[in-house]
């Protein structure tokens, strides 16, 4: 990791108007499949209803989360995907309160666990469960709101390997694990109405 903060080397990188998920990727090396999990998780986590829009963006974490799981080095994206420019909307808009995010988590986070989130077989387990919490929020019912909490946790989550806090991680998984038994909970009582 380098001496940078991770806020100030995104809000760097966003001053390009060609900045591409790839090319941001790169920038960020380790932390990559978390930061980029994290950004086509936060529609999903914002308390609106997305009408299955997000949908896309999920099977996207969902690739992501397969390769923590393999224990991949360098993350792998669709050269389509990666080549794809964030735009406008993304770096004049969504990055500024996403960076106003991540540097409130960047002030109170602490290195609490962060030599035993590094390994290969938690990246891999925490990749599991990530990908259970992306499953989640994807199956959940359009305009329900409730892909909200899977959602949220596969954020904080992230944000919590970004910076080697596993009181961060521990965190997102209560509000993750939360939200996959609302799902499961909601849905089944959908289902025996039906």
């Not at 960020?28 to 999990?37: H, K, Y």
């Not at 393999?70 to 964030?86: T, Y």
């Not at 109170?108 to 992306?134: D, E, I, K, N, W």
Request: one cysteine or more; charged letters at 15%; proline letters at 5%.
């Amino acid at each position: 990791m380098s001496d940078v903060e991770l806020s100030d080397q995104l809000e760097s990188c966003l001053h390009d108007r060609d900045l591409t998920l790839g090319q941001l990727n790169d920038v960020l090396d380790e932390r990559g499949f978390a930061l980029v999990l994290m950004i086509l998780l936060v529609p999903s986590a914002l308390p609106v209803p997305t009408g299955g829009v997000t949908h896309v963006l999920e099977l996207f974490g969902a690739l992501v989360a397969l390769q923590m799981i393999v224990g991949r080095r360098d993350l792998w994206l669709p050269r389509r995907f990666a080549r794809h420019r964030l735009g406008e909307t993304f770096t004049d808009k969504a990055a500024p309160k996403l960076l106003r995010f991540i540097r409130w988590f960047e002030r109170h986070s602490r290195p609490r666990g962060a030599r035993l989130l590094g390994t290969r077989p938690a990246v891999s387990v925490l990749g599991l469960v990530l990908l259970v919490f992306v499953v989640g929020a994807f199956l959940a019912p359009p305009f329900s709101g409730l892909d909200t909490l899977p959602s949220l946790g596969v954020v904080i989550v992230c944000l919590g390997l970004m910076f080697g806090d596993g009181l961060i991680v521990a965190g997102g998984l209560g509000i993750g694990v939360t939200g996959i038994a609302l799902v499961i909970a909601l849905g089944a009582a959908a289902w025996s109405l039906l």
